[in-house]
């Protein structure tokens, strides 16, 4: 068992939380119970989520997507206040990292994609989401394709433009192929990110770079769940990940 606000504290100062400036609330959302002995991880504090923590009897819900974005509707009504009745009606807590969760050097969405994917990290700006690592020897676009679909259990969106074979590789968990021009300037051969615009398929043919779309939810599982075993193995409670599945 730990106590829900040094739980909050210690993820609070593992993923510096002070040093983004967000599109939402970094840490506690929603306050629950004091005590936290259970824990279900999951990408988004979709309602399904919320409802499989219940039938765990979990104490907190701790996600990368929360709620309270800015731009958003204030009142809790509709959907988003069937979300929040059932968090306040079962006593969770709701817990929710964004970029910081991106961004961690070893625990981030980032970080654990460029080790899935067997990238030594080149970045040539430390602080920067946009990541750029270098395969040990290069590799036929379709094999670092394979690499991925694999490892993240789907089939990415393949935009050609690069040469036949690869071995610089950036990358952007979520919605990021607005990189794709950075990714380019930095001498990327391949950019991988989540999503995809109308744009990114003339930007990867004319800066002549291969873009893969691979998933927004598919490449923000991996640091949620990285967070959740770190916390096991540091406090030693029970957390159990969820993956609520989504195409996109």
């Known amino acids: 068992m730990i106590d829900r606000d040094e739980l909050v504290r210690y993820c609070d100062q593992l993923l510096n939380v002070a ?23 999951g990408v988004t504090a979709c309602q399904a989520l919320l409802d499989e923590a219940v039938a765990r009897a979990a104490d907190a819900v701790l996600v990368h997507h929360g709620y309270f974005w800015k731009g958003e509707a204030a009142p809790l009504t509709g959907m988003k206040g069937r979300r929040v009745r059932t968090l306040l009606a079962h006593d969770l807590n709701l817990i929710a990292y964004h970029l910081p969760l991106d961004a961690h050097p070893e ?16 970045t040539p700006e430390a602080d920067s989401l946009l990541r750029l690592g ?25 935009l ?34 989540g999503e995809v615009s109308e744009q990114t398929t003339h930007e990867a043919r004319e800066l002549g770079v291969h873009y893969l779309a691979a998933g927004h939810h598919a490449t923000e599982r991996v640091g949620v769940r990285a967070l959740g075993e770190h916390l096991t193995e540091r406090f030693a409670i029970e957390v159990s990940f969820v993956d609520i599945d989504n195409p996109v």
């Open 134 to 158: 270098r395969l040990p020897q290069p590799l036929p676009v379709e094999a670092f394709m394979q690499r991925v679909a694999e490892t993240l259990g789907r089939e990415p969106l393949h």
């Open 107 to 122: 625990l981030g969405n980032n970080a654990q994609l460029g080790k899935l994917w067997g990238l030594e990290d080149i």
């Open 19 to 41: 040093a983004f400036r967000d599109y939402a609330p970094n840490g506690l959302q929603v306050e629950g119970r004091r005590e936290i002995r259970r824990i279900v991880t």
């Open 160 to 193: 050609t433009g690069g040469p036949v074979q690869v071995q610089t590789v950036a990358w952007c968990s979520g919605a990021a192929q607005k990189m794709l021009p950075q990714a380019a300037a930095w001498g990327a051969d391949l950019y991988v990110s």
